[in-house]
């Protein structure tokens, strides 16, 4: 693939990963007494007001995913969860794949500038200034700072301006999660799947994903070629 001016990444399942997990009795899911698939599923409750940063507090969102599904849990249970999913989060945040890493540090020696596009919560951005990444990144656009989510056009041409990139010379990054390669595509920005960790959590979604990719790249290192 091309060189490209702007870089525009995902997060999640892109440059980081909450799977696997190192200790199966830590899980969220475990501590609730319910299935992987229930807690999954419990995940998305209330995601967009969440994502567009209707609520601030990571301590509400932590109650209102426990309560959504165990009304009756006390604060002694939310505030396990809570600790538990934030060591989950912060590990996932410092712990960056080395091809990852590399990649992104030898794009910004490159002078390239790079720009983080996620949708996340206020508890999903908690260490994202305590990553490895975080120095080499110009900008950062996250839906519950902006109340713009992906696909929406509106969230990249807010990256779009924030940055002052040439569409013609930016390229978006992604695993493929809320239609963000068709977002990007739809808002004239070249599009690249990156299948680095979904194709260990979720290969079954990546035919579909490539649909709307300029690129599919399997190693995050390809994007120096």
Not at 23 to 28: D, I, V
Not at 152 to 168: E, L, M, P, S
Request: charged share 30%; aromatic share 12%; net charge negative.
């Amino acid at each position: 693939m091309r060189e490209f001016d702007y870089y525009f990444f995902d997060l999640f399942n892109t440059l980081i990963k909450l799977e696997p997990y190192e200790q199966e009795c830590s899980r969220e899911y475990n501590l609730l007494g319910i299935s992987k698939e229930a807690w999954d599923k419990n995940s998305e409750y209330n995601y967009e007001n969440r994502a567009r940063g209707r609520i601030t507090s990571p301590e509400e969102i932590i109650t209102g995913l426990v309560r959504n599904c165990r009304p009756d849990a006390g604060q002694e249970i939310i505030n396990t969860v809570f600790n538990v999913r934030k060591e989950r989060f912060r590990r996932a945040m410092v712990q960056i794949d080395p091809d990852i890493l590399k990649t992104i540090q030898e794009l910004h020696k490159r002078n390239k500038k790079i720009t983080l596009i996620s949708n996340a919560d206020a508890f999903d951005t908690l260490f994202w200034k305590d990553s490895p990444l975080f120095p080499f990144f110009d900008e950062t656009v996250f839906s519950c700072d902006t109340g713009l989510m992906k696909p929406d056009a509106a969230i990249y041409d807010f990256a779009v301006r924030k940055t002052g990139a040439d569409k013609q010379s930016s390229v978006f990054i992604g695993d493929g999660g809320f239609n963000e390669l068709e977002g990007a595509k739809n808002a004239g920005i070249t599009s690249v799947l990156t299948t680095q960790i979904i194709k260990n959590t979720w290969p079954e979604g990546i035919p579909a994903f490539a649909l709307h990719a300029d690129y599919v790249i399997e190693n995050f290192t390809e994007l120096l070629c």
